[in-house]
């Protein structure tokens, strides 16, 4: 398996560094017949473009994509869909501090470590601009989806909470998250988020967030024992996600604390069909979808680019500091909402053909 | 990617049900030359073999290991190991209540959803039994380890909480972790976890855990961008164990109320190497080592096999109750711990293999 | 992509050596529901099994396969299908002159090459009693195709020449090719053979042979570009079998001499269905299948363990001459049949198995 | 694994249709610090150019290279690369008459019936224009091969028949065939072809070829056993080459009719090395190299686009008749030879990225 790739049958390749001419991706395995332009996957790179409030980077970046291949008269033709985004605006002249000094929190030291240097501009290839190239192969998944099992389905990320602040989980609504640019479900917690980042920001500090990312509609039997369970996919998925140290499926983390018969789901028929009481479980038993909403939350840590001083070396083992200039958002956690979905997206279409491999007749 | 099939070099394969003839795992990619013998791997599924105290299953299995191929004079090689081990104490009349009726927080609905049927004695394929063949992997897999980077390694787990009650961490002491048999570094706690233990099973309920997986020793470097980000795959591998719901890295999620200056781990030069301040990344940057310790903490549900009677239904899709029987951990996340670091261990040994292969000249 | 799997959703690994315990394979990605027997297996490694006739390896083997895994109630599971074969008449003995000493035609040399030492019994890893997992495999993979494409496919495989001396096509009968001690649909030229392996054996030497697979039944769509080449993926199948040495489709390299315009074939309309005229593309074109008959040929050198003295060298770089005594098949290709069906089979119902995962809706 | 990636360490995506905006590729597992340029990938792709003489299509293709991706002053990053080539002489007109129709030999027949569709633009997918890619690729694998084993290995491919006319080996000359227009290394026979092909085409025919393709200076022991034989890896990416219906290693199919003590490369030991007294393994046993040549033969079949009408039916399934106009080389295998080095390159890269992988310390 590719370094680069995910996914076994739907798969997606990303390539590209912040600051090169372009990043992109190859998404392999795409049904034929499936309507694909490239608007259908422009309006989620447009969710996740830096510079819309000023809580995210201030880079100016179009984020438009081309389709390279792929697609004939509209229509997928069954063969790789090549994704192409040009960076326009990567301005190497803000990073040239960061070349010998490695930032604490990010990748420049075991970049180096491995690879004995490293495209040192704008963090290369582990620049969260690669997550474009992610949120773009996501935006042909959910085509795939749809295309196999129709409009009931939703696949939904919001944020529940950014530093020590969580949202009321009674003012939930998914389409306040679809619309105000915290991507949160609880619209009433804007103005406390706010002003605690407006405060993180004076402060030269940064700010962690979780997300939650929400799949419904979805049938169960998606996943299998072992090496493919849905639950272990996600989490490799949402791990694989910049500057995210945690994910839960569920309950999560809190079903330590409860008895088994308050964790595990009861079932009762409800029109005919099974109805869980309570998805402690997040939609997965046994690594295979149960039917139920499929909930996942993961946990961002703070930005590390900071105006702090920060201890560090360089790479002549020299002791050193670092301030972290630049355009950086003070919680990336917030533009990790639409990322998040992405990956819930690529990780059920695959998780899907491969059900149909195994059990269509 | 076959779907019962880890590790993208170095691999294993693992079959099996729990009531069938044997389970095992076919272990490939091992390097030629180490040394291997069914001793090396059977102390580690001692170490997870179940009746051994009184919050474990009572099931007496002799869980002994044979090496069927791929090694040769007590060395590895570099063809297939497979690893057998014979089920000897598979009692089928302990599981006939189970056959039509689905089992709250077990996947008997979810393998009906998706195979039409299922092997109902003792779970079948997803039985906690299947565990031991990655525990025998992972056996091979520290002996690969330690044949590339020596005796100055060490993959460790411990249980840091039982439900509500968690260790003291002041008191942390692997020696301890190693020898009682709740694989707590705290052995102070036992006390209180058997007081809690007791009182869980008199109420015919059960309770979740959390155990701790530390790998010292290990070098900067491995890890890759994107899909073969270590943080990622350790995440896929410790959430594919049965039972777990949460996984995260170094502060997890803890480090979404922190600010960025205290999350980064700040460096210095100690010895002439580079020396951390903190861990809050958990020894993980960017998908890559830091040469830090590598953290790990994972969420164990409660046992889902309770005596409480719970609403459920049955394959007729009629509305029931069922109550578990059979000999069932209390707490599966105990024996969670060398499970654990077994995955720990397979997964390290695939990214070090991989790691060469890119950069070795 | 683990170096003992073949496949990509339909996989099998196989494991074992000549004079291990057991030989064996894990047969992944297959469906549930599929009924499946040990005697469904067992009868294609009867074909396959030696001492048959005087012509091959009087190596007495039961070769009887167990199934341990992934089947209960007679019915596939959906989960991984573990089978072994035990090793009854590994006589170490016979192999004790070869430890040392490199024989021509051998893998002995590039085992310790590669390895830094081999097991060499019998082979060990080499040894073509490795294909008997491969033909059990085949087996597995024969009960797929039929659940899913009935009774109507075929899958035969005739020896077609025995050293120069090739069949006279137009007495080609299945029937005989499925009766026969020789694999060959043309039972007439059977006298020529016997007579020609007698002498081949008298005069201390051995022969090679062509064996031609067949695959009739299967429907157009099959494969797909690049590397999912469905004469690709079968190339690499069939050259992956012991002692073969050339492999074509359809015209093959005889193809090199038509010109286009009878190398191409021509399609008409026959009840309503496209007809080809010929079949020079094999049942293959742009790597997707015509619907028309998969053919392919493949030849096998002569058997490498003759009883000619030959010149070689040993494992201290000396320089000697080594004679292989044993119980050897003058010509390997013989059994080379059941081998390449099987091969055959495994390919087409992984591809089947992509094929409904890309287009089934 | 994704259909359209080739390798399991080393790998190379390829996308792009003959007449969609470009084509290109992402090389994945590419190792850190290895020098490469733009010209280090076009020398290779200036070689297999159409329009350099009179017998290949006249498509007039820059087939200029971008690197867009993992390359940093210079050198590569260890991460993936990305390149790209522009289709700049993309004439739609050329190719409205094969919308419906089903050019026989061609893949338009079996795309529709997998696909229910196809991108017909000259061939789109399946059209040769792709391997321009894999010749891109190929120039990144010889980079890295290099870097690994020096100045003193070679990957070289001659053409040695066209239709019925083969070379005189007695003539072989690598330096020819890296000058004439023909690839061969025997520049004696460029006259014969020149006739044979001009009266090849006044026919309205086309003609077949064989490629040989060797690999000098690489060390024994590249491969493994079963699913990693590097013949069987060579098989495949030979086989998936367009219009290759052969291939065979070494003697190939003329070894069926040696005797083993003929066929056996026998060994002696000079200046302290192993020396085998012939090559009829073609420098593979067992899957594994042996220091020697590594010897591949493939067979092209004659170009399946010709002036003679041909009998053939449409998408509605009618009767009907079909003369293929356009640039089409009246022997496509000419141009195989840079394909196939490429493809050797690339097979080789990831084979030896594997053995560091399993065999360093």
Redesign the interface.
């Known amino acids: 398996?590719?370094?680069?790739?995910?996914?076994?049958?739907f798969?997606f390749?990303?390539?590209?560094?912040s600051h090169?001419?372009?990043?992109?991706c190859?998404v392999?395995?795409v049904?034929?017949?499936v309507v694909l332009s490239e608007s259908d996957i422009q309006q989620f790179l447009d969710r996740r473009k830096p510079g819309q409030n000023r809580f995210t980077t201030q880079r100016q970046e179009e984020d438009k994509v081309?389709i390279?291949?792929?697609v004939?008269?509209g229509?997928t033709?069954?063969?790789?869909?090549?994704l192409?985004i040009e960076n326009t605006d990567a301005r190497s002249k803000d990073y040239s501090e960061i070349k010998d000094k490695?930032?604490?929190?990010?990748?420049d030291?075991?970049?180096d470590?491995?690879?004995?240097?490293?495209?040192y501009r704008g963090g290369?290839?582990?620049s969260a601009r690669?997550t474009a190239s992610r949120v773009a192969a996501g935006g042909v998944a959910r085509k795939v989806l749809q295309?196999?099992l129709g409009d009931g389905i939703a696949i939904r990320a919001g944020v529940v909470?950014v530093?020590?602040h969580k949202i009321n989980r009674d003012n939930w609504d998914w389409k306040a998250a679809a619309e105000n640019q915290f991507f949160t479900p609880d619209a009433a917690i804007i103005p406390v988020w706010e002003e605690f980042l407006d405060k993180?920001r004076k402060?030269?500090?940064?700010?962690?967030?979780?997300v939650e990312v929400v799949a419904s509609g979805f049938p169960?039997?998606?996943?299998?024992?072992?090496?493919?369970?849905l639950?272990?996919?996600?989490?490799?998925?949402?791990?694989?996600i910049?500057a995210v140290?945690?994910?839960?499926?569920?309950?999560?983390?809190a079903?330590?604390?409860?008895?088994?018969?308050v964790?595990?789901?009861?079932?009762?028929?409800e029109d005919?069909?099974?109805k869980f009481?309570s998805n402690?479980?997040?939609g997965?038993?046994?690594?295979?979808?149960?039917?139920q909403d499929i909930v996942v939350r993961i946990?961002?840590?703070?930005?590390?680019?900071?105006l702090?001083p920060?201890?560090?070396?360089n790479n002549q083992?020299?002791?050193t500091e670092i301030v972290t200039k630049g355009r950086h958002d003070p919680c990336v956690?917030l533009r990790g909402a639409p990322v998040a979905e992405a990956m819930m997206a690529l990780v059920l279409c695959d998780h899907l053909?491969?059900?149909?491999?195994?059990?269509?007749?």
């Open positions: 398996m590719s370094a680069s790739t995910y996914g076994s049958l798969t390749t990303t390539w590209g560094e090169g001419p372009a990043i992109g190859v392999d395995g049904p034929p017949q081309k390279l291949s792929g004939f008269e229509r033709t069954g063969t790789p869909v090549s192409l490695y930032r604490p929190g990010h990748a030291f075991t970049y470590a491995k690879y004995g240097f490293r495209d290369g290839r582990s690669e295309s196999r909470q530093g020590p993180t402060a030269g500090s940064s700010a962690g967030a979780v169960a039997g998606l996943g299998a024992p072992l090496a493919d369970k639950d272990a996919d996600l989490a490799k998925a949402m791990m694989g910049n140290k945690g994910v839960e499926i569920g309950a999560g983390f079903s330590v604390e409860m008895g088994g018969e964790n595990s789901d009861q079932i009762r028929i005919g069909k099974p009481l402690n479980a997040g997965i038993l046994g690594g295979i979808s149960t039917g946990a961002f840590k703070p930005t590390s680019s900071i702090t920060m201890l560090t070396i083992m020299e002791e956690g053909l491969r059900h149909i491999a195994q059990t269509a007749k």
